[in-house]
């Protein structure tokens, strides 16, 4: 027992390690000015982090780019859709969908439901993250008007998942774990023609930054048609 104050202190020392890390990284990026959020939000909030740490990869992409980050788009039925991220650049419009979530994944493309799987026996269910980013894409063309060739879909899970029994067939869609995803993005970027100039970057960043930085009520409405649409 007298070991278990020494493992306490150096658990506790590691975790102010990583906190003074994540701090650094967090002063370093752009992702408070683009997203709104604060540095407590990304340590508290899964899902805030799993976004953080997706927007620092985007940043480090060569070329020149716009990174928005929570957007509270409109669709036609007159309530909004939350798009975590896009990016912007000479090779099109990434819409990003970031699931923070770790263990083994299942699913398929055209199933509402998939499953998170921890150690084979715990299992948790979550919404198709491609059906759900399709939605973002439609909003976006809405706003947009840009043809589906210059819009991907990307789907970004935790660094710690595998993906297992995932059946995905659209050549438009990219799905990966954050570990990975620098290299996926860099490759994808090389292999696409270039369609939009550094002023067609600025106009189009220029219009989706209205959609940035909602306020409370926008979010309370989002979140309220949300819970009505998918009652627990």
Not at 2 to 13: C, D, H, N, Q, S
Not at 40 to 61: M, P, Q, R
Not at 220 to 232: N, S, V
Request: hydrophobic residues 40%.
């Amino acid at each position: 027992m007298e070991g278990v104050p020494f493992l306490i202190a150096v658990y506790i020392f590691y975790k102010l390690i990583g906190l003074s890390v994540l701090y650094i990284r967090y002063k370093r990026s752009n992702y408070k000015a683009a997203s709104g959020n604060s540095f407590a939000s990304i340590v508290f909030n899964k899902g805030y982090k799993g976004e953080f740490l997706i927007f620092k990869v985007l940043e480090k992409l060569p070329g020149y780019k716009k990174i928005l980050a929570n957007l509270y788009v409109p669709k036609t039925d007159g309530a909004t859709t939350e798009i975590d991220l896009v990016l912007v650049n000479s090779a099109g419009i990434y819409v990003i969908e970031s699931k923070n979530l770790n263990g083994f994944l299942s699913g398929h493309e055209k199933e509402v439901m998939w499953t998170q799987n921890f150690d084979h026996r715990k299992k948790l269910k979550f919404h198709n993250p491609i059906m759900q980013n399709q939605g973002h894409i439609n909003a976006l063309e809405g706003i947009l008007g840009k043809g589906k060739q210059k819009l991907c879909s990307c789907i970004v899970f935790g660094s710690q998942s595998c993906f297992k029994r995932v059946f995905v067939k659209s050549s438009d869609v990219i799905m990966v774990n954050r570990k990975r995803l620098s290299n996926r993005l860099a490759k994808d970027l090389l292999n696409r023609p270039r369609i939009f100039s550094e002023s067609e970057i600025d106009k189009i960043g220029g219009i989706l930054e209205t959609y940035a930085h909602a306020d409370k009520k926008t979010k309370r409405e989002h979140i309220r048609l949300l819970k009505k649409q998918f009652p627990a």
